[in-house]
């Protein structure tokens, strides 16, 4: 006759004990080796400190910009932008990049989209885009409004990059960040409405916010 063993509850509540002192150890283990990770990221983030990217507006040159309808906006405008990464050691990705231009708080054109793009260390490229817009529904004090700068001769133009973009520092990439650029561009209008374009080539400085 084979003898039977049974563990009893004593036995039982040891190999629980065990069991659960095994699992605090790894969670702690696992905390302590994610926070150390976290540090790591927020040090590295810390000492490096990137800065954000510069945009200079180089040319714009306003081609069209009439009312099909007194409420209705046709234009057209060239523009080039410098973009620079005034960063040592941290390359910038740029994600969805759009473009597109205003007046007065009013959209006058619309988003035309920039192929995406990398940036090294310090690296500086130029962007250029055809800014467009057909039929595009305006205020009624639009008219209004171009005919008081005409008269003053100056046309201020705001010229606008929303995107998104990803820091990289070594093989580390960040999450995306939304960024916006705001350029201005002041073109002289005098009153009569010259034949060519409208251009604008100060080199403006433009503000960019993250």
Known sequence: ?????????????????????LCKKLFYTFSTFFLS???FIFLVWLILHPSKPEFSLREANLYQLNLSDPQLLNSSIQLTLLSKNPNK?????????????S???????????????????EESNLLA?????????VASSFR?????????????????????????????????YRFNVNCISVMDFGPTIPSGPLSSKQGSQCSTTI
Request: include cysteine; aromatic fraction near 10%.
């Open 103 to 121: 007046y007065k708080g009013q959209q006058i054109t619309v988003y035309t989209s920039l192929p995406p793009f990398y940036q090294g260390h």
């Open 129 to 137: 885009a055809s800014l467009v817009g057909t039929e595009l529904p």
């Open 37 to 39: 990770l976290l540090l």
């Open 144 to 176: 209004y409004e171009v005919g008081r700068d005409q008269t003053a001769g100056k046309l201020v133009l705001s010229l606008k990059v929303t995107g998104r973009l990803r820091w990289k520092v070594g093989t580390w990439v960040s999450g995306r």
């Open 89 to 101: 050691k941290v390359g910038i990705y740029y994600d969805h990049l759009q473009v597109y231009a």
């Open 1 to 21: 006759m084979s003898d039977v063993h049974t563990k009893s509850p004593k036995h039982c509540g040891k190999q629980r004990l065990n069991i659960h002192k």
